[in-house]
């Protein structure tokens, strides 16, 4: 059974900074990513790190926010440093079915279009101004 489980949610105010972690019981050498999902809104994606490592980023968090990975440990990481209140939701890291695979460029916006095959379920991140 494939799990995907994340870590280092947290509350904290605004212009901090968090580092999420996701520990992955599959191998990492594929499309990782991270998304979010605020109350009431749709999961959108945050950034996501191609088997090659190719990474893209949502605009709204360009320059704060840098996506890794280790193959080694098979942990996905995000550090989301100039934290801003519109960033607080729950986040959730997500890998692709297929291992050595490319991030579609359209993944960011849909999500659950382009083979995201498994699925943590989340950590809450909350940002207080």
């Known amino acids: 059974q494939v799990e995907l489980v994340e870590s280092g949610g947290a509350s904290v105010q605004a212009g901090g900074s968090l580092r999420l972690s996701c520990a992955a019981s599959i191998r990492t050498d594929r499309c990782m990513g991270w998304f979010r999902q605020a109350p009431g809104k749709e999961r959108v994606g945050v950034a996501t790190?191609?088997?090659?490592?190719?990474?893209n980023y949502a605009d709204s968090v360009k320059g704060r926010f840098t996506i890794s990975k280790d193959n080694a440990k098979n942990t996905l990481y995000l550090q989301m440093n100039s934290l801003k209140p519109e960033d607080t939701a729950m986040y959730y890291c997500?890998?692709?079915?297929?291992?050595?695979?490319?991030?579609?460029?359209?993944?960011?916006?849909?999500?659950?279009?382009?083979?995201?095959?498994?699925w943590g379920s989340g950590t809450l991140v909350t940002i207080s101004s």
């Open positions: 997500a890998a692709h079915g297929t291992i050595l695979s490319s991030c579609a460029d359209g993944l960011l916006f849909r999500p659950f279009f382009y083979g995201m095959a498994f």
């Open positions: 790190i191609s088997s090659t490592g190719r990474t």
